[in-house]
């Protein structure tokens, strides 16, 4: 006998290599809808050392945030067997992800996913067109803190995806450790970016596209920005040159005379701001617009349908 879901609670987390994200929601209209957002700076990317190992101090940084998630959970009256955890390219590379997620295990009740970059690539596309209108072949490009997704779909159809080592946090390590930022910083940013890129680069300009939707936090934090100066939210290479200029004009690293940064997306702006302007001029983006969703509302989509269906049983 099927029975209603309705006004049953459900969460996606997701633990990103530069964020970590819970989004509780309910089944309205066969749709989630969301009811809750937490979110926190983890930064587990800066914490990886020499050996491939995440440090204690970020290591705890990360279960504490998970702690702070299942209080949450608790708050909000969320059922531990209604939760997925997905993690994403810091847990798919350090040394002891393992450890990290065993430990997490008691704290959340349910186990970490560690998910494949194609995997993550999948439930982006999914996230964005679950909450993004528009038509026609569009490329997503999501930039994360030690990994940057592309994807070429047609409506609900994935045409082309991959997953590559560029990403934020650790672009910062690479490139942006030494103040105050220089343009060769941004080149050697470029270099890197156009080298990760190799063979994907001529796929996907022989795909082609229509529109260009961005879904990361490095594309947050620019329409954030322009929002706050009251300006259009269409990210161009002439707004993201403006904004490089800005950045090196900067005598402080904390970024503080950018006017609309929030001080929290501060320490990644230059690093998102150089591969948005590598990936503007190897792939002839001519323009960008901040995606509705990305991996969180695709697990969240994931989440609502697995539920429907044992609902239903």
Not at 9 to 14: D, P, R, W
Request: glycine share 10%; proline share 2%; charged share 20%.
């Amino acid at each position: 006998m099927k029975r209603s879901n309705s006004g049953l609670l459900y969460a996606a987390i997701t633990l990103g290599s530069n964020s970590f994200n819970m989004l509780v929601a309910k089944t309205v209209a066969g749709t989630p809808k969301v009811v809750a957002k937490y979110k926190r700076k983890v930064r587990l990317a800066e914490g990886i050392g020499p050996d491939g190992t995440l440090n204690q101090t970020v290591f705890k940084r990360g279960l504490d945030c998970l702690t702070m998630f299942s209080s949450m959970l608790d708050k909000e009256g969320v059922n531990r067997d209604n939760i997925a955890v997905i993690a994403t390219a810091t847990l798919r590379s350090i040394n002891n992800s393992e450890a990290f997620c065993d430990a997490a295990l008691p704290i959340l009740g349910q186990p970490i996913e560690v998910i494949s970059g194609l995997r993550e690539a999948e439930l982006i596309y999914q996230g964005m067109v679950a909450t993004t209108c528009g038509e026609g072949r569009r490329l997503v490009i999501d930039i994360g803190g030690a990994s940057t997704e592309f994807i070429i779909g047609d409506g609900n159809k994935v045409l082309l995806k991959t997953s590559l080592d560029i990403g934020c946090v650790t672009f910062n390590d690479k490139f942006f450790n030494s103040f105050p930022f220089q343009q060769l910083d941004f080149d050697a940013a470029q270099n890197y970016v156009e080298s990760a890129l190799g063979g994907y680069r001529a796929q996907l300009l022989d795909y082609g596209w229509h529109c260009v939707v961005g879904a990361s936090g490095a594309v947050q934090s620019v329409v954030e920005l322009l929002n706050a100066r009251g300006v259009s939210e269409t990210i161009t290479s002439a707004v993201l040159m403006q904004l490089r200029d800005e950045v090196l004009a900067q005598a402080d690293v904390s970024m503080r005379d950018v006017f609309g940064l929030h001080h929290e997306r501060a320490p990644t702006f230059a690093a998102g701001i150089a591969i948005l302007l590598s990936l503007f001029n190897l792939l002839q983006i001519q323009s960008l617009n901040l995606s509705g969703g990305a991996l969180r509302e695709g697990v969240l989509q994931l989440l609502a349908e697995r539920i429907s269906q044992v609902e239903s049983v």
